[in-house]
């Protein structure tokens, strides 16, 4: 039998015991149940990535004292959370005869009047520091603390120390909707979807026109859309949304410049400009097999500046003051990296590059400010523009009545080239990347490239990074949905120079993070949803359900040993959809487009044939289970191909057999499309996210008409009914 635990002489390893002190698994449980534990290299390597050095048998005991006797000496931790309506208990360190006293400063400035007591602490063991014994008590929060980020004072023997206290609700309540029915919604590429006033790519008034027309003519009350975090000023841009430049700003390549207020006030020969430019990309709209941002961002940006020249009216140029101010340190330090892209080139790896060379206190990046003070108020200015114009959309969906409207969706990990790592190094881990352990997809694992947020500093700094990223993506959206939620938990952190299968789980804290989460959808009267497909401990599970945040449940992936889930078996507190953007779409899969595709591209392990077995088994259980289940005529499954849309419709009938909250139906499926928008462990093999919605037969779906569409119509007709 495998061994699934470590053993007491391993545990007893001084290495071993620092790893755990600061959140590092040494062990890992695999997809296939299979039993890991992490080499000493590796640990030591992840350790170094987050500041602590474990080189040699000295520097081990040397970090762990050096980090034992900084959690003592403190008077508290940086960061506490408290739960709304229950009492919290604070522990505290203090001498033997202290008394601790606190106040607290709630968070818009004024004073919390209720009484702090203290009481006995957890009775853990006394801790000798300096030649005193320290031992904990504890500080009693009160239940009736409101809802918020305050600072809690604490005092104790004449020493004092402030810290960030997160008062947040339990949970995420259900909207009123959700709480005895569901509500459904679209899931869209916005980039893929074109409009005849595009400019070959889908944009923020594309997006606000699928919005209401979805509402109109099928009654969805959300839609799903890839992530718009903000990308590189200048081509070429990076296909993956799921490479943001920066998550908490808006993607600016998206902005629609004709629906710029100031486009109003342009002259003649600035409008002819304009059109020019509109005219060498428009033909890129009636292009089914390729979308091109760079084009696209060469012609729009030309067509931005000469907006951005024309000046603003003093109500106007007010308001842009007033969004910079708010915008603060993450707004300049992203406006700033893209001037220095714009005048010195692309960041790299090279040494010499001006990224590596120099940092935001440089004298080189201070004389490049004042040298272009237009072209640095340029990138504000777009952000300002890109922020207005989906603002406006999400606006115009509550006002058509959409009860959700844009469900954004939030990246794992930001570009490691990008702004927030070059603006704010210390935030991020160095010498590791993101990624995951090895599964039945990928055989030696995975590397996201992706620098994590440092646990250490974000406790340290009262989780502001973490907090103005979900406060953003909440500013201009009814729900966020979040890639790979479980990173809120662990992430698998791969050294530099290692494989990723060479990784290790670092583990966050999880219950501030949903605090979090929690916190600001309340104040948005939103919802999370949490992408947690693949492996995921019962433990994750269990308390995504306890803060009210919704999973994901995918009909393809809802299987077990080769036998197909009945939907209303599913779990309630989920996101439901028949397939992912990382799958072909409905009509592809059915099809086996996975299988080639991958075939095409050399990614089988093994020959084609013995894939091809499984997945015919794999559809063939689907639809067992549809025909069992009620949801498709037996004679209709005896022959897909001629039958394929009614198979299609079976699938979403089967949605609504289930009884998730949300349910969602993706446009690919609705209009016929078969290619897969991103086939993972690819790059440039294959155009990842760079398909133009199409149809069945490879003629362009714009957006224009879209949703009243007969095939669209009948899905539309099945979720709704």
């Known amino acids: 039998m495998t061994e699934r635990t470590e053993s007491a002489e391993r545990l007893e390893r001084p290495l071993i015991q ?54 003592r000496s403190r008077l508290v931790a940086p960061t506490l959370l408290h739960t709304v309506g229950e009492e919290t208990r604070i522990p505290v360190n203090v001498g033997v005869f202290d008394i601790p006293s606190a106040k607290i400063t709630l968070e818009d400035g004024t004073r919390y009047p209720g009484r702090i007591a203290y009481g006995p602490g957890d009775g853990s063991k006394a801790y000798v520091l300096n030649d005193k014994f320290i031992t904990t008590a504890a500080l009693i929060i009160p239940a009736d603390l409101p809802a918020g980020y305050h600072t809690l ?14 008062s947040a609700p ?80 808006v993607n600016f390549t998206y902005i629609r410049p004709e629906a710029i207020e100031e486009y109003r006030l342009l002259g003649k020969e600035s409008l002819d400009q304009i059109n020019q430019l509109h005219a060498t990309v428009e033909p890129l709209n009636g292009d089914s097999q390729l979308i091109d941002r760079d084009a696209m961002w060469r012609a729009k940006m030309h067509a931005l500046w000469i907006i951005f020249k024309v000046g603003r009216s003093p109500v106007r140029q007010q308001e ?51 040298q272009f003070p237009d072209t640095l ?55 590791a990347t993101v990624g995951a352990p090895p599964d039945m997809f990928n055989q030696q694992g995975q590397d996201w490239s992706q620098p994590p947020l440092n646990p250490i500093v974000l406790e340290n700094t009262g989780f502001a990074a973490y907090r103005n990223l979900v406060h953003n993506m909440f500013s201009h959206a009814g729900a966020v949905r979040i890639d ?75 299987q077990f040993n080769g036998t197909f889930r009945a939907p209303s078996d599913w779990r309630p507190y989920a996101l439901a959809s028949v397939n992912t953007h990382d799958l072909p779409p409905a009509a592809g899969y059915l099809e086996f487009e996975h299988v080639n595709i991958r075939e095409r591209l050399g990614l089988l392990t093994g020959p084609k044939e013995e894939f091809e077995r499984s997945a015919k088994a794999e559809q063939d259980a689907m639809l ?49 499309e078969k290619r897969a928008q991103n086939q993972p462990g690819t790059n440039n093999e294959y155009p990842n ?25 009948r899905i539309a007709n099945i979720m709704r009914d």
């Open 18 to 71: 620092l790893a755990k002190l600061v959140g590092i698994s040494t062990s890992y449980v695999g997809m296939s149940n299979d039993y890991h534990e992490i080499d000493d290299d590796v640990l030591v390597a992840v350790l170094a990535a987050l500041g602590v050095d474990a080189s040699s048998d000295e520097a081990i005991a040397q970090s762990s004292k050096r980090i034992r006797d900084a959690r």
């Open 153 to 166: 004072h604490v005092s104790v023997a004449g020493r004092k120390q402030d810290a960030t206290l997160i």
């Open 170 to 249: 339990a949970r995420v309540e259900l909207l009123d909707q959700m709480k005895y029915g569901h509500l459904w919604g679209w899931m869209a590429q916005l980039y893929s979807i074109r409009s005849a006033n595009s400019w070959g790519v889908g944009d923020f008034e594309d997006l606000s026109n699928l919005l209401v027309d979805s509402k109109k003519h099928t009654g969805s009350d959300f839609m799903l859309i890839n992530p718009v975090h903000a990308a590189e000023p200048v081509s070429p841009l990076t296909p993956s949304p799921y490479l943001p430049i920066s998550r908490g700003l």
């Open 320 to 370: 842009f003051d007033d969004f910079v101010h708010e915008g603060g340190d993450a707004l300049e330090g992203y406006a700033t990296w893209c001037l220095c892209y714009d005048k010195w080139g692309a960041p790299s790896r090279e040494s010499t590059n001006w990224e590596q060379r120099l940092d935001k206190n440089s004298a080189e990046v201070a004389a490049l400010r004042q």
């Open 377 to 431: 108020n340029f990138y504000r200015w777009l952000e300002w523009i890109a922020s207005q114009q989906l603002d406006r959309a999400q606006k115009r969906a509550r006002e058509n009545g959409m009860r959700i409207g844009i469900m954004a969706d939030m990246a794992v990990g930001v570009h490691p080239l990008g702004s927030e790592v070059w603006w704010n190094p210390e935030s991020f881990a160095k010498g």
């Open 484 to 558: 790979h939620i479980l990173g809120l938990f662990r992430l698998w952190w791969v050294p530099a120079d290692k494989k990723p299968i060479d990784g290790a789980y670092v583990y966050y804290n999880s219950d501030i993070m949903l605090g979090i989460l929690a916190l600001e959808a309340s104040r948005a009267d939103g919802v999370v949803v949490g992408e947690d497909l693949g492996v995921v401990p019962d433990y994750v599970a269990d308390s995504l359900k306890k803060h009210g945040l919704l999973g994901c449940a995918v009909e393809w992936f809802e």
């Open 624 to 672: 067992r289970m549809l025909v069992e289940q009620g949801y498709l005529q037996d004679a209709l499954a005896e022959d897909v191909k001629t039958n394929e849309a009614a198979v299609i419709e079976a699938q979403y009938r089967a949605l609504k057999g289930s009884p998730c909250k949300l349910l969602a139906a993706s446009i690919t499926d609705a209009v016929g």
């Open 689 to 713: 996210w760079r398909i133009p919605l199409a149809d069945g037969n490879g003629n362009v779906v714009p957006v224009e008409g879209l949703f009243a569409r007969e095939s669209v119509q």
